[in-house]
């Protein structure tokens, strides 16, 4: 009989934010979770041979917005004519900027970006909603694979596939991060993550689906063990 060990993390983990030589910009937080009336700080800084920041607000269902690089305020007009007021941009170093969002409302839940020839990776800013806190997911568990799942492949053996599944729910806002180990060891190849975190109407909280697909010789290897860890990132990226 063949046991696999599969294991489910809550975690609240902050990183380091030093970036890699690759980053062009560099924006920090990559998310923040306010109350109403609070103020917040996005900083953002480059390596390109100029000395220019512009400042992009999406808001939900928007698209990306254009880099507009030869703009000469500091904000993006784009689609968003009052992106001025209750905002302060500023300069604290040759190549640093900072943007800060003054008593948020609801109105100004949006993803901010700073640009400098390229887009930062951007801020979602969710404003907390009254009676409601940052809360890490409840409940992460692992689903092994069906026992059915390949006598449906037409594969040769050694091709064939299974899919893990991860469910982490019960948290809020929806700044959520899930990722998966092997042996200890972080992986990306064949994992799909739900692009977007379902709510439930009830109770306010989150919950998100991330399924591992990996060779079938993997899973049925008693020597590898497999992990799912979620946290919620209010200010942390990962």
């Not at 609240?12 to 990559?30: D, I, K, M, N, R």
């Not at 900027?97 to 390229?118: F, G, H, I, P, R």
Request: proline share 6%; aromatic share 10%; glycine share 6%.
């Amino acid at each position: 009989l063949l046991f696999k060990t599969l294991i489910f993390m809550l975690v609240v983990l902050f990183f380091p934010t030093g970036a890699p030589s690759a980053y062009e910009v560099l924006q920090t937080p990559c998310f923040a979770a306010p109350k109403p009336g609070e103020s917040v700080m996005i900083h953002c800084s480059h390596n390109k041979g100029h000395n220019q920041m512009y400042w992009y607000r999406q808001r939900p269902g928007e698209t990306m917005p254009d880099y507009e690089g030869n703009s000469k305020t500091k904000y993006s007009a784009v689609k968003d004519p009052d992106f001025k007021s209750g905002f302060k941009a500023e300069r604290s170093h040759t190549k640093q900027w900072s943007l800060t969002v003054s008593s948020v409302q609801q109105k100004d839940e949006a993803v901010y970006l700073c640009a400098a020839t390229y887009f930062g990776s951007g801020t979602k800013l969710t404003v907390l909603e009254n009676g409601m806190k940052v809360t890490e997911p409840q409940t992460v568990k692992i689903l092994p694979p069906s026992p059915h799942e390949c006598r449906d492949q037409k594969k040769k053996k050694g091709e064939r596939r299974k899919t893990l599944v991860c469910v982490a729910s019960g948290f809020y806002p929806d700044h959520v991060t899930v990722f998966w180990q092997l042996n200890g060891q972080k992986i990306t190849d064949g994992v799909a993550t739900d692009a977007a975190a379902k709510r439930n109407e009830i109770t306010g909280l989150y919950s998100i689906t991330s399924r591992l697909r990996l060779q079938a010789k993997t899973w049925f290897n008693p020597d590898i063990e497999f992990s799912c860890y979620s946290h919620v990132s209010p200010t942390s990226c990962s």
